[in-house]
């Protein structure tokens, strides 16, 4: 399986910008998260999907950032318009039967945003 | 308000020396505590993890205590390679969540 992947890998934009970030879940898994790494706050949950639903998003920043999956095999976070602060690494993490398991992770490569 | 909290962002150790990682949390419900380990521009990946009723589990150079009264976990590298160097995070399951902690960047030292 080719793993968690992300795209884009590096995103720069200006303040004001819409950004887009995708992800592609491992094959067969039914949770995804979305987390944000920053150096002030680590590894920051934002939202999780439990097949394809949105289950907790209480760690969405603000309305300016959203996220949808349509189905099992695509997710997008979304901010708009996008600000300085909102620099970070974003990752993507998919899991099969959370509540069954350990709740270990697989995490995409992330994508690294830079907004001026 | 962090749940899980890692006090110390680094830590520098010897190679051949122990590593040890510390972790707390708050949250007396959590199921299952985990480690990830994170090198530079890779996400992070999974390490080893202990259940609740538990109290250590062992893989390899790797140890895991957990210190449920104390609401305290560590993490044991022994002994340290440099390919341990790198960011290390705690984590904390339950109740269909999983938090993080910050992270402690480790350097292991020729």
């Known amino acids: 399986d080719a793993g968690v992947i992300q795209s884009p890998r590096h995103e720069v934009t200006e303040m004001g910008q819409e950004v887009t970030l995708r992800c592609k879940p491992i094959s067969g898994h039914d949770y995804l998260f979305w987390y944000r790494q920053t150096m002030m706050r680590g590894l920051e949950l934002l939202i999780y999907?439990?097949?394809?639903?949105?289950?907790?998003d209480s760690g969405m920043p603000e309305d300016r950032f959203s996220a949808k999956m349509p189905n099992a095999s695509f997710s997008t976070l979304k901010i708009q318009p996008s600000e300085p602060r909102d620099s970070a690494v974003y990752f993507c993490a998919s899991s099969f039967n959370l509540i069954a398991n350990t709740g270990e992770l697989f995490f995409g490569e992330g994508s690294r945003l830079t907004v001026l | 308000d962090q749940q899980v909290k890692q006090n110390s962002p680094s830590l520098s150790v010897q190679e051949g020396r122990i590593s040890i990682l510390n972790c707390d949390y708050t949250n007396s419900m959590f199921d299952y505590f985990l480690w990830y380990k994170k090198y530079p521009a890779e996400g992070p990946t999974f390490l080893i993890s202990i259940s609740s009723i538990k109290d250590k589990n062992e893989d390899g150079r790797f140890t895991v205590f957990l210190n449920k009264s104390a609401k305290h976990l560590s993490l044991h590298i022994v002994p340290s390679q440099p390919g341990d160097s790198a960011v290390y995070f705690c984590?904390?399951?339950?109740?269909?969540?999983?938090?993080f902690g910050k992270g402690t960047r480790l350097h292991i030292l020729p």
């Open positions: 984590a904390a399951s339950g109740d269909d969540k999983i938090i």
């Open positions: 999907f439990n097949n394809n639903v949105p289950i907790d």
